[in-house]
């Protein structure tokens, strides 16, 4: 069970015109009318060509404990309008006292590829409570996805190798270190230096030492075999502090005696330096040695590019560690989710659909109570489709590019395919 990070009230973890909308909604008498929501993004962040969705279990997390506590009430009694008057009615605090989601949610599961103006997340439910989930959605769906496809990114340029998320020291403070490492595994690392995600996302940990040990020391082999003996199943040297290939060196030395003791030495790091010409270096060492099975791990704000670089370049890396690049999504720090209103109730009961306009066609939204259709062939994945539910293709499907209407795309009925957003909430459960 994945354990939320913080135990105090986040119902105000909001904007303000939220609020002040939902206080429009009761007071206007249309808190109850039921809408839909699309929580959706324009555009590919890092100038990439797919996304991966993540968030999703902070907000069941959320909204599974989104109540209004008598202090998050105090709050908001005090707040005033320009005629400094109280600016909420105490009766729709009241309202808030007892409030509860009670409404349904449909989402993409985390770690799905998605693409621009599919729908991560569809809220249905009343207008009211559909507004209050805007800024928080948004918070923890357009974070999780922009480090979740970085570390994609990242895996992709890693290919087979071990890819470390090494980020905490460099994280836009607690909240940022803590999602980002969550995020980074759904993206494809293997581990994380963070133990405190380790404890709670049950993501595994790995570690060794900073240039302050070998510092301590007198000498850098009396550093490397101290820490040797100390934990002796943990054994990888980071050799760069003083001259990096005596440091390999001297860590072989540390090795071999590791090695007498019936340990296994598991690799070196390099910090520093020409990375390819020192990892070249350090692997022919390491196998004249006799350590063909030690691990060279490169770091020193690392990502995808210099990760592309370095294996054009022959470098001998098999374990990266990346930080700041990765948990502060340092070339694009944010990804431009929205969340619209796509559909609202009639009072007869039909839906009527809504559209947001614009003089830029990408930030026309799409209306409807969508679902997308990700279709496959013998070769995979071939296409996606945003439909609305309430006109769910039965037959042969025809998909048109609403940028370009002469692009379209027919499946038979022969064609396989599955519908991404899955229920996690019904009726607010």
Not at 34 to 62: C, M, W
Not at 80 to 90: C, K, M, Q, V
Not at 383 to 389: E, F, K, Q, V
């Amino acid at each position: 069970m994945i354990r939320p990070l913080y135990s105090t009230s986040l119902s105000l973890l909001t904007d303000l015109y939220q609020i002040t909308m939902a206080y429009g909604y009761w007071k206007s008498g249309t808190a109850d009318r039921e809408a839909v929501f699309n929580l959706y993004f324009r555009k590919h962040p890092f100038q990439g060509g797919f996304t991966i969705a993540a968030g999703l279990s902070g907000v069941i997390d959320y909204l599974n404990a989104f109540t209004f506590s008598d202090g998050d009430l105090d709050y908001l009694a005090g707040l005033t309008g320009t005629d400094h008057r109280p600016l909420f009615d105490p009766a729709f605090l009241d309202y808030l006292r007892t409030f509860r989601f009670t409404g349904d949610i449909d989402a993409v599961p985390e770690g799905t590829a998605v693409f621009p103006n599919e729908p991560l997340v569809r809220v249905q439910g009343p207008i009211l409570q559909c507004q209050l989930l805007e800024t928080p959605l948004l918070t923890m769906i357009n974070f999780e996805s922009l480090i979740a496809t970085k570390a994609a990114r990242i895996r992709q340029a890693a290919g087979s190798d071990t890819v470390l998320e090494f980020g905490l020291r460099r994280a836009q403070g607690i909240d940022g270190g803590m999602t980002a490492s969550r995020a980074a595994y759904i993206g494809g690392c293997d581990a994380t230096s963070n133990v405190l995600a380790g404890k709670l996302y049950g993501i595994p940990v790995r570690g060794t030492h900073a240039h302050s040990w070998v510092m301590s020391f007198g000498s850098e082999p009396e550093a490397f075999d101290v820490y040797t003996d100390v934990l002796p199943n943990n054994v990888t040297l980071l050799v760069d502090t003083y001259d990096t290939i005596q440091g390999v060196k001297n860590a072989i030395e540390a090795g071999r005696k590791l090695r007498d003791r019936g340990y296994r030495f598991s690799g070196i790091r390099l910090d520093s330096g020409d990375l390819a010409y020192l990892s070249i270096e350090a692997r022919r060492l390491l196998d004249e040695a006799g350590f063909a099975d030690t691990a060279i791990v490169g770091s020193n704000d690392l990502d995808e590019h210099l990760i592309a670089s370095l294996k054009n370049q022959g470098a001998r890396i098999n374990v990266w560690g990346i930080g700041t690049k990765l948990v502060t999504a340092y070339d694009q720090p944010a990804l431009g989710g929205v969340y619209k209103l796509a559909a609202i109730r009639k009072p007869d009961g039909a839906w009527d659909y809504r559209l947001k306009l614009s003089e830029q066609a990408v930030k026309i939204s799409t209306p409807g109570i969508q679902q997308v259709r990700r279709f496959r062939d013998e070769r995979g994945f071939t296409a996606d489709m945003i439909y609305n539910l309430e006109t769910s293709p039965s037959g042969p499907a025809t998909m048109v590019d609403p940028y370009d209407f002469t692009r379209r795309r027919s499946f038979g009925t022969e064609t396989g395919f599955e519908d991404l957003l899955v229920p996690v909430f019904r009726k607010g459960r």
